[in-house]
C-alpha cells in the first residue's frame, strides 16, 4: 500500500460517487461540491455506490494520482449522518477506514492541554 505523510490533510467526499469519474470528472467534485483546492497537497476520497470500491485523488506536483481500493467481499462503513459534503479524518482515521473499521463510531480521547501542573 502507498505511505502517505501522517501530515497529509484527507477529505472524504461524503456521497457515494459513480465511479465512471475519472480523473478530470473527480477533480470538478473537489473543486465544486467540496470546494476544495484540488491542487492542495491533499487526499480526496470518494467511495462508490455500493461501498466496495475507494477512490484517492492527489495532486503530487507534477500530475494527477488516481488510486483505487476494490473490496471483494466486504463493504467500506461510510460515514452517512455527517451534515457536511466534505469529511475530514487524521491518517489514523483512514488506516482505519481502509481496515473496514467504521471511524463515525470511535471516540477518541479527548486531548487536554496544561500549562501548569496542579
Given at each position: 500500500m502507498i505511505q502517505w505523510p501522517d501530515s497529509v490533510p484527507i477529505y472524504l467526499h461524503r456521497d457515494l460517487v459513480d465511479f465512471r469519474k475519472a480523473i478530470n470528472?473527480?477533480?470538478?467534485?473537489?473543486?465544486?461540491?467540496?470546494?476544495?483546492?484540488?491542487?492542495?497537497?491533499?487526499?480526496?476520497?470518494f467511495c462508490n455506490k455500493t461501498r466496495t470500491q475507494l477512490k484517492v485523488l492527489y495532486w503530487d506536483s507534477t500530475g494527477?494520482?488516481?488510486w483505487q481500493k476494490r473490496l471483494e467481499k466486504?463493504?467500506?462503513?461510510?460515514?452517512?449522518?455527517?451534515?457536511?459534503?466534505?469529511?475530514?479524518?487524521?491518517?489514523e482515521q483512514w488506516r482505519w477506514l481502509l481496515r473496514g473499521v467504521d471511524i463515525a463510531k470511535l471516540t477518541p480521547h479527548q486531548s487536554l492541554t496544561f500549562t501548569e501542573v496542579a
Open positions: 470528472g473527480l477533480a470538478v467534485m473537489v473543486s465544486e461540491e467540496m470546494a476544495l483546492d484540488v491542487y492542495h497537497q491533499a487526499l480526496f476520497v494527477f494520482v488516481l466486504d463493504r467500506f462503513k461510510w460515514p452517512k449522518k455527517d451534515p457536511l459534503a466534505v469529511v475530514s479524518i487524521s491518517i
